[in-house]
């Protein structure tokens, strides 16, 4: 394998191989311990519990009370604020993400042209994503404010009656999607990333046969992005449907959050709820495993499909 | 079209940046201006007495900086350390398992932490660590997963001979580890702490779920604090509010820009990573 091994005499190799080897075999799960450690105690077995969880009724003071499948049973058919609750996170989730990366390629797109100043466009693009989501979300909450927020003034300077946003059942999730697109700074950074990762000499080459800007843009550009989209897809949507602390503090400031009307509730906050506020352990730990039974899926569905549109460089296209 | 190109980019500047003018300007407005919730974009008044009044009022605003300094810096180093050794073992240590085990770590990336969230809840409450910051810091110093898969990768490209040469010399594993492999490393274990710093810095539901007393609180979870002390229907003291989210940003910002060049350096390396 090395040379050094190789040069020594191979009687001596043969000899010496096996007690190095459980040696080395120690030492790997002596180093690796705490994290072999940690996923039994943190992950393994907590995941089993709440598996068993989930078919129980607990309250964290009796004993878990065995139900079977009836918190999930009562889930679909017998909770109407969980169905609002998966429409909303789902509304949530496949407006934020797409709009995000349509605005990030686009300002990817602006910021990689050879421009003075660049260097500052690309600063103010990132910077939001350096607020914490507690502060992002207090300033907010004053720019939606309905009378005297930055949002409704500007408007208002254009004859617009802004609406009353976080107030409003019909405005509320459109407001926690303009915070999330704010925040394009990391799709920004990985997509503009992807972009300098392009050969020139494709360009070159659209150029000679004769393609303009916008045609460069969709047949060298954007075909080249793909694998960089396709990961902040995933990305995206996954942390999309575990959204939280916006929720929490925007929506109601843990007094009642999800308002108005549950037009807000999304499932991490209802599963919050359920847990911390009404000690529904069971019930908490039955929504945990639908919300993974969700992102199961839709991962699975993105890297299924990405075959039809991802294009790898190194792919050899089998016809 | 240049122009244009110019234009648009400054619109998306303004865009993104005016709500950060406006948190600095709203910390340095007088309590007056504060009530009535009407801010300009650029400072008017200069009030500040406010950073000073933010750690004299009722809610202990130092102690939420030194609990955030606290968990923080535990949460990188624990992290940073203990990740670094586990992915080295996994790199270069070879073991029957090992690469069933490192199935399992990944396979553990697809797990949203809401399904442990419960269970962890209990066990640490019947370790008496509800109301301390012991849950949030500890689970560090078991490694992440991630961190692991993102510095194995790295460690897989660093070349072999320096540490066979080490062990040859007579080094023992975790020595080649601590001396060799991990100064080399600098890079990956920067862009971890970076990763693992800001995580912890703004963590809101883990302070929330596990902490009461607001002596106990992290700043991240000390301004939702502030935040709500106005009681219901009163408007919330909009810049004191706003003095807890700068101190909760800037050290954001110092972090990624003295990390920024590294970042970048682990990025080339992970990008050039298929062979």
Same mark, same amino acid.
């Given at each position: 394998?090395?040379?050094?091994?190789?040069?020594?005499?191979?009687?001596?190799?043969?000899?010496?191989?096996?007690?190095?080897?459980?040696?080395?075999?120690?030492?790997?799960?002596?180093?690796?311990?705490?994290?072999?450690? /940690?996923?039994?105690?943190?992950?393994? /077995?907590?995941?089993?519990?709440?598996?068993?969880?989930?078919?129980?009724?607990?309250?964290?003071?009796?004993?878990?009370?065995?139900? /079977?499948?009836?918190?999930?049973?009562?889930?679909?058919?017998?909770?109407?604020?969980?169905?609002?609750?998966?429409?909303?996170?789902?509304?949530?989730?496949?407006?934020?993400?797409?709009?995000?990366?349509?605005?990030?390629?686009?300002?990817?797109?602006?910021?990689?042209?050879?421009?003075?100043?660049?260097? @500052?466009?690309?600063?103010?693009?990132?910077?939001?994503?350096?607020?914490?989501?507690?502060?992002?979300?207090?300033?907010?909450?004053?720019? $939606?404010?309905?009378?005297? /927020?930055?949002?409704?003034?500007?408007?208002?300077?254009?004859?617009?009656?802004?609406?009353?946003?976080?107030?409003?059942?019909?405005?509320?999730?459109?407001?926690?999607?303009?915070?999330?697109?704010?925040? @394009?700074?990391?799709?920004?950074?990985?997509?503009?990333?992807?972009?300098?990762?392009?050969?020139?000499?494709?360009?070159?080459?659209?150029?000679?046969?004769?393609?303009?800007?916008?045609?460069? $843009?969709?047949?060298?550009?954007?075909?080249?992005?793909?694998?960089?989209?396709?990961?902040?897809?995933?990305?995206? @949507?996954?942390?999309?449907?575990?959204?939280?602390?916006?929720?929490?503090?925007?929506?109601?400031?843990?007094?009642?959050?999800?308002?108005?009307?549950?037009?807000?509730?999304?499932?991490?906050?209802?599963? $919050?709820?359920?847990? $911390?506020?009404?000690?529904?352990?069971?019930?908490?730990?039955?929504?945990?495993?639908?919300?993974?039974?969700?992102?199961?899926?839709?991962?699975?569905?993105?890297?299924?499909?990405?075959?039809?549109?991802?294009?790898?460089?190194?792919?050899?296209?089998?016809? | 079209?240049?122009?244009?190109?110019?234009?648009?980019?400054?619109?998306?500047?303004?865009?993104?940046?005016?709500?950060?003018?406006?948190?600095?300007?709203?910390?340095?407005?007088?309590?007056?201006?504060?009530?009535?919730?009407?801010?300009?974009?650029? %400072?008017?008044?200069?009030?500040?007495?406010?950073?000073?009044?933010?750690?004299?009022?009722?809610? %202990?605003?130092?102690?939420?900086?030194?609990?955030?300094?606290?968990?923080?810096?535990?949460?990188?180093?624990?992290?940073?350390?203990?990740?670094?050794?586990?992915?080295?073992?996994?790199?270069?240590?070879?073991?029957?398992?090992?690469?069933?085990?490192?199935?399992?770590?990944?396979?553990?990336?697809?797990?949203?932490?809401?399904?442990?969230?419960?269970?962890?809840?209990?066990?640490?409450?019947?370790?008496?660590?509800?109301?301390?910051?012991? %849950?949030?810091?500890?689970?560090?110093?078991?490694?992440?997963?991630?961190?692991?898969?993102?510095?194995?990768?790295?460690?897989?490209?660093?070349?072999?001979?320096?540490?066979?040469?080490?062990?040859?010399?007579?080094?023992?594993?975790?020595?080649?580890?601590?001396?060799?492999?991990? %100064?080399?490393?600098?890079?990956?274990?920067?862009?971890?702490?970076?990763?693992?710093?800001?995580?912890?810095?703004?963590?809101?539901?883990?302070?929330?779920?596990?902490?009461?007393?607001?002596?106990?609180?992290?700043?991240?979870?000390?301004?939702?604090?502030?935040?709500?002390?106005?009681?219901?229907?009163?408007?919330?003291?909009?810049?004191?509010?706003?003095?807890?989210?700068?101190?909760?940003?800037?050290?954001?910002?110092?972090?990624?820009?003295?990390?920024?060049?590294?970042?970048?350096?682990?990025?080339?390396?992970?990008?050039?990573?298929?062979?």
């Amino acid at each position: 394998m090395t040379a050094t091994l190789d040069r020594a005499p191979a009687s001596l190799r043969k000899a010496g191989a096996r007690a190095p080897r459980n040696r080395e075999a120690l030492w790997f799960y002596l180093l690796a311990s705490p994290w072999i450690i /940690g996923f039994v105690v943190l992950t393994l /077995g907590p995941m089993l519990a709440s598996a068993y969880l989930s078919l129980t009724d607990w309250d964290l003071f009796t004993s878990p009370a065995w139900v /079977g499948l009836d918190n999930y049973v009562k889930l679909f058919t017998a909770d109407p604020v969980f169905w609002k609750v998966l429409g909303n996170t789902a509304f949530y989730s496949f407006l934020s993400v797409p709009l995000t990366m349509v605005a990030s390629v686009g300002v990817a797109y602006l910021l990689n042209k050879p421009l003075r100043g660049k260097r @500052i466009f690309r600063t103010a693009v990132y910077l939001p994503t350096l607020v914490p989501m507690v502060a992002t979300s207090v300033l907010f909450v004053w720019m $939606f404010a309905p009378d005297t /927020g930055l949002i409704n003034s500007f408007l208002a300077l254009f004859g617009v009656d802004g609406p009353a946003w976080l107030l409003d059942a019909a405005w509320v999730k459109p407001a926690l999607i303009l915070v999330s697109v704010w925040q @394009i700074g990391t799709s920004v950074m990985l997509l503009l990333a992807g972009m300098q990762g392009i050969p020139r000499h494709l360009y070159e080459a659209a150029a000679l046969d004769g393609a303009g800007q916008w045609q460069q $843009f969709r047949h060298v550009t954007l075909p080249m992005l793909t694998p960089v989209i396709f990961f902040n897809l995933v990305m995206g @949507i996954i942390g999309a449907f575990q959204v939280f602390a916006q929720i929490y503090i925007m929506t109601g400031n843990g007094r009642s959050m999800g308002g108005p009307d549950n037009a807000s509730m999304m499932i991490v906050p209802y599963l $919050f709820d359920h847990a $911390f506020r009404f000690n529904h352990m069971g019930y908490a730990s039955a929504i945990a495993w639908v919300l993974f039974v969700i992102l199961l899926a839709l991962t699975l569905l993105v890297i299924r499909s990405s075959s039809l549109w991802v294009f790898y460089e190194n792919e050899v296209r089998r016809k | 079209m240049r122009a244009l190109h110019y234009a648009t980019l400054t619109v998306i500047a303004a865009l993104c940046t005016a709500p950060l003018l406006f948190m600095v300007s709203m910390s340095l407005s007088s309590d007056a201006t504060s009530a009535r919730g009407e801010f300009s974009l650029f %400072p008017t008044e200069w009030e500040f007495g406010n950073f000073v009044a933010a750690f004299t009022s009722d809610l %202990p605003t130092g102690s939420f900086l030194l609990n955030s300094v606290i968990l923080t810096g535990l949460a990188v180093a624990g992290q940073v350390f203990v990740s670094a050794m586990v992915a080295y073992a996994f790199a270069r240590l070879r073991a029957p398992g090992k690469n069933a085990l490192f199935v399992v770590l990944l396979s553990t990336l697809m797990l949203p932490a809401e399904i442990t969230l419960i269970p962890q809840f209990t066990l640490f409450s019947e370790l008496g660590w509800v109301d301390t910051l012991l %849950p949030l810091i500890v689970p560090n110093f078991f490694g992440g997963a991630y961190n692991i898969f993102l510095m194995r990768q790295f460690v897989s490209r660093i070349p072999r001979e320096l540490d066979e040469a080490a062990s040859l010399d007579g080094l023992g594993y975790f020595r080649v580890f601590t001396r060799i492999v991990l %100064p080399m490393m600098k890079p990956a274990l920067i862009a971890v702490g970076i990763f693992t710093f800001s995580w912890n810095w703004g963590w809101f539901m883990g302070p929330l779920i596990y902490l009461s007393s607001q002596e106990n609180m992290p700043l991240a979870l000390g301004v939702q604090v502030m935040y709500a002390t106005g009681g219901a229907g009163q408007a919330p003291p909009w810049n004191l509010v706003m003095v807890g989210s700068l101190l909760l940003t800037l050290p954001m910002i110092v972090v990624y820009f003295f990390g920024q060049k590294y970042m970048h350096e682990l990025s080339v390396t992970a990008g050039s990573d298929q062979k």
